[in-house]
Every structure is written in C-alpha cells, then in structure tokens.
Nanobody, 120 residues
Framework: QVQLVESGGGLVQPGGSLRLSCAAS????????MGWFRQAPGKEREFVAAISRSGSMTYHTDSVKGRFTASRDNAKNTVYLQMNSLLPDDTAVYYCAAKVGWSSTEYDYWGQGTQVTVSS
C-alpha cells in the first residue's frame, strides 16, 4: 500500500514556474514507477510525465517537453514535477500516481491532486 500526497500547486502568471511535490508513505517507494497526470475542467485526465524507479528514465508528453521535468529523491520518498514557462493551458488539477513496472499501463495508487492555475 502506498499513500501519495501532492503539494506545491497555486496561482502563477503565464511564463512563471512551479515545482510540484508528491510525498509517498511506506518503505517501498523505490519499487514504483511514478507518474504525473492532470485534469482540466471539462476534460479527461491526461498523462504528463513518468519516471522510472531509479530515476534513470523519464518520459514527458509532447505538450510539456522542454518545459516540465520529472525527478525523484528515493531517500526522501518524494517525486517532483518542475514546471517552467507555464501556459494558461497548463491550468489543471495535477495528480501523482504509482505503478509497478515501467511498461504497465495501469497505475495502482493515486494522490488527491493539487490545483495549478496559470493566469494573469
């Protein structure tokens, strides 16, 4: 069982930056591939980024490549999403999630989400 708690969301102007954090409970954090997702009002949840158990592999969806970076600190049981050059279209509730294995399509554990609003 893994419990995930996101933090770091807020209101930011276009072009600004935020760093989201996701703290995990339990001693097996390094066993999980971690993902970031987001859901904007009236839209389906979409994948944003994933990071492998060791952090050696990452994958970012095209719309955030070059702007967002996923990272993790297994000693702190925390995964991060650094978001730069934010756009109004990045406004959404951001969720972190955990799954076993890099290739699995299903995430087993989800956080409660943190709101990111990009607006002037």
């Amino acid at each position: 069982q893994v419990q995930l708690v996101e933090s770091g969301g807020g209101l930011v102007q276009p072009g600004g930056s935020l760093r989201l954090s996701c703290a995990a409970s339990g001693r097996t954090f390094s066993s999980y591939t971690m993902g970031w997702f987001r859901q904007a009002p009236g839209k389906e949840r979409e994948f944003v980024a994933a990071i492998s158990r060791s952090g050696s592999m990452t994958y970012h969806t095209d719309s955030v490549k070059g702007r967002f970076t996923a990272s993790r600190d297994n000693a702190k049981n925390t995964v991060y999403l650094q978001m730069n050059s934010l756009l109004p279209d990045d406004t959404a509730v951001y969720y972190c999630a955990a799954k076993v294995g890099w290739s699995s399509t299903e995430y087993d554990y989800w956080g409660q989400g943190t709101q990111v609003t990009v607006s002037s």
